[in-house]
């Protein structure tokens, strides 16, 4: 065994028993594993002690500030662990030193405002055109974008546009065509650049068929039902009481009429009857 000294070897992990057994190492000398990335102190019954790092924790930023600014071994940038009073879980933070005394702050808060244009995987990416340098939608890469300000949809389409709000576009390009679809609330237009021609479909919402006094499908649907509810049979029954009812307020009065026209033709006049004499 050995005495008063270290040794310190450097060993693929699945070597250091046979090192052992040979007497290559032995008690007290440290171990660098070569496929693990491991360190191991080697106890005097010969068996293996892994080396970890030690992470202090505590229950509460007060104990942490307390005990890290009475130890020795503190420094500026060690990871400590914090307990959470409410979910009892181990949050991480880092040491900092402020006029000579060390503080905590949580990795999670690194203190300043994210700036949303930096991050490099944004879900939906920001653009803003101006009047001479308006943004060509559909040269952008595929993507979903919010435009602001002035933009156009093709170099081949020559309208210009300009929007005082964020209004999203969702750029698909293929090896032949271009598709720029624009996105609001009421409605979805879908540009196509194919061969040097743009052409324009719209997908309505239904919003924006009442708002503009358009018949939807549902509402042709409700109004031929509603027909359906007349039947060969109802329509026969309604126009014989119409019949009936205008016969009973007219037609007697009609007869009456009739036949007193016809008997006045038939009674004579007094000068009728002084020719019959004469």
Request: one cysteine or more; aromatic letters at 10%; hydrophobic letters at 35%.
């Amino acid at each position: 065994m050995a005495d008063n000294r270290v040794k310190y070897a450097y060993l693929n992990y699945g070597d250091i028993s046979s090192r052992i057994e040979n007497g290559d190492v032995d008690a007290y000398d440290i171990v660098f594993t070569k496929d693990t990335h491991e360190q191991y102190f080697i106890k005097e019954d010969l068996g293996l002690l892994r080396i970890i790092s030690k992470v202090y924790c505590f229950d509460s930023i007060q104990s942490a500030k307390e005990s890290l600014n009475n130890n020795t071994d503190t420094y500026a940038g060690q990871i400590v662990a914090i307990t959470d009073n409410d979910s009892g879980a181990y949050h991480g933070y880092i040491v900092n030193k402020v006029d000579e005394e060390y503080t905590v702050t949580s990795l999670a808060d690194s203190g300043t405002q994210i700036d949303y244009d930096t991050l490099v995987h944004r879900p939906i990416i920001n653009k803003v055109g101006e009047v001479g340098n308006p943004i060509i939608i559909g040269s952008l890469d595929n993507g979903l974008y919010s435009i602001l300000g002035n933009y156009k949809i093709f170099d081949e389409y020559e309208t210009n546009f300009s929007t005082s709000t964020k209004h999203l576009f969702l750029v698909d390009r293929s090896e032949m065509d271009v598709y720029v679809k624009d996105i609001s609330a009421k409605e979805i237009i879908t540009y196509t650049l194919s061969n040097g021609e743009v052409t324009i479909s719209r997908i309505l919402t239904t919003g924006y068929l009442k708002d503009n006094h358009y018949i939807t499908e549902n509402d042709l649907d409700a109004k031929i039902k509603t027909l359906d509810l007349i039947t060969k049979a109802e329509a026969s029954e309604y126009v014989r009481t119409i019949i009936n009812e205008y016969l009973e307020q007219n037609l007697g009065a009609t007869i009456d009429t009739k036949i007193d026209k016809k008997i006045q033709s038939l009674v004579a006049t007094d000068s009728d009857i002084e020719n019959l004499f004469q």
